[in-house]
């Protein structure tokens, strides 16, 4: 069985600054890994995605997020913080790109100005 | 781009009525759709999984007879709720994955808020 732990349900950082979002995953086979946004209302925007190639995924919006095995971590990153960024994050995990997804219980990050 | 469209956005109605949710992939063909449920300040729960042309595949727990996913085509799921109650209130989210070989993530819609009175 699969499953997704994000450590902290709501973080809080000032605009301009490292965004850093924990997840940590299980999984018996190799793993995709994913990270969405959430707005509020709305559905999921995928933000990046790691299917077993570089270790470090870039994303959009300057998010990317790095692999690593030996933690079983998928941790997600952007150097400075914007305000458009606030918003919830899942990231999830599945055995094949595109097949059934299992999500952490997010994290809302806020923004500060 | 991959859009996928859902219909409707927010629905409200009476306990016992039946409600059917779109699901539209909009500019690809989506062999695969999926259903979530989301409820308040919570993660997406997977409800099934359906193929277009065959028979949902539905997690455990989720009632076949409540929650009536048909996939005819290949842009479109629909799923209805039928005679749905007050616990049934919830924020659906449907995906899409793109048909063919290779690497193709799920496609959110921006889900439906149910409420039912």
């Known amino acids: 069985a699969q499953s997704v732990t994000q450590l902290g349900s709501h973080v809080s950082v000032s605009e301009g600054a490292l965004v850093l979002l924990r997840c940590n995953y299980s999984?018996?086979?190799?793993?995709?890994l994913f990270w969405y946004v959430q707005y509020p209302n709305q559905g999921l925007q995928l933000l990046l995605k790691y299917t077993s190639a570089a270790t470090l995924v870039k994303g959009i919006n300057g998010f990317e997020a790095e692999f690593k095995k030996s933690e079983t971590s998928f941790h997600l990153t952007k150097p400075s913080a914007h305000m458009s960024d606030a918003a919830e994050y899942f990231c999830a995990v599945s055995e094949f790109s595109g097949n059934k997804l299992v999500f952490g219980a997010g994290t809302i990050l806020r923004v500060k100005s | 781009g991959a859009v996928v469209s859902q219909h409707p956005s927010r629905v409200i109605c009476k306990s016992g009525t039946s409600v059917k949710i779109e699901c539209r992939s909009l500019?690809?063909?989506?062999?695969?759709m999926f259903w979530y449920r989301q409820f308040p300040k919570q993660s997406l729960m997977l409800m099934a999984t359906s193929n277009e042309g065959s028979k949902a595949t539905y997690e455990q727990g989720v009632e076949k007879d409540k929650f009536l996913i048909n996939h005819a085509s290949l842009t479109l799921s629909t799923l209805t709720v039928t005679s749905a109650h007050p616990e049934d209130s919830s924020f659906y989210i449907c995906s899409a994955k793109r048909g063919g070989y290779g690497d193709q993530p799920q496609h959110f819609g921006d889900g439906t808020r149910l409420s039912i009175l």
């Open positions: 999984s018996s086979v190799p793993p995709y």
């Open positions: 500019d690809f063909q989506a062999t695969t």
